[in-house]
Structures are given as structure tokens and as C-alpha cells.
Nanobody, 114 residues
């Protein structure tokens, strides 16, 4: 079974930065799974924000391209989301997802407000 724990959320002003972390645990080969970050704002559907493939290639939602960067450290079983130039519309709960197992973390709140 795969467990995912997100951290790093918080309150930040527009234009600021945050770095989210997702730690994976369990008896599985983390390096063999694509990893994703999703977010869900109040009253909205959960949306895919960023995806990092097994080979390290990445994909981003158009709304975050050029501002967010997803990365992974297979040795530490960690995946990160560096978020720069944050906007109020980035406010949401951010979730980590393991593609292979389908597991989700509990989410971490990001609030962008002046």
C-alpha cells in the first residue's frame, strides 16, 4: 500500500512563492510510477496541475506553465511542486497522486491573498 503525505502549503501574497512536497512510503518502486499534482478550489472540480513521467519529462496545465515546476527525487521517494508568481486563482487544496497505485495524499491548503 502506498501512502502519500503533502506539506508546504500556507498563506502567501500574490507574486510570492511556495514549494510543496509529497513524501511517498510503502513497499513499492516509487521510480516506476508517474507522479501528479492536482488541485481543487472551493466549488470547483479537481484539476491536474502538473505531471512528471518515469523518465522525468513533465507536463503542465496551461494556467501554470512557466510558473510552476514539478520535480522528483526517487532516492528519497519525494515529489515537489515549486510555485512561483502565485496568483489569487491558485488558491486551492493541492493533492499529490501516485499514478501506478492511484493513491492520494490528504492535501495541503494553498491560499494566495493580499
Amino acid at each position: 500500500q502506498v501512502q502519500l503525505v503533502e506539506s508546504g502549503g500556507g498563506l502567501v501574497q500574490p507574486g510570492g512563492s511556495l514549494r510543496l512536497s509529497c513524501e511517498a512510503s510503502g513497499s513499492y518502486l516509487f521510480s516506476l510510477s508517474g507522479m501528479k499534482w492536482f488541485r481543487q478550489a472551493p466549488g470547483k472540480q479537481r484539476e491536474l496541475v502538473a505531471y512528471i513521467h518515469l523518465d522525468g519529462t513533465t507536463n503542465y496545465a496551461d494556467s501554470v506553465k512557466g510558473r510552476f515546476t514539478i520535480s522528483r527525487d526517487n532516492a528519497k521517494k519525494m515529489v515537489y511542486l515549486q510555485m512561483n508568481s502565485l496568483k489569487t486563482e491558485d488558491t486551492a487544496v493541492y493533492y499529490c497522486n501516485d499514478e501506478r497505485s492511484g493513491s492520494w495524499g490528504q492535501g495541503t491548503q494553498v491560499t494566495v491573498s493580499a
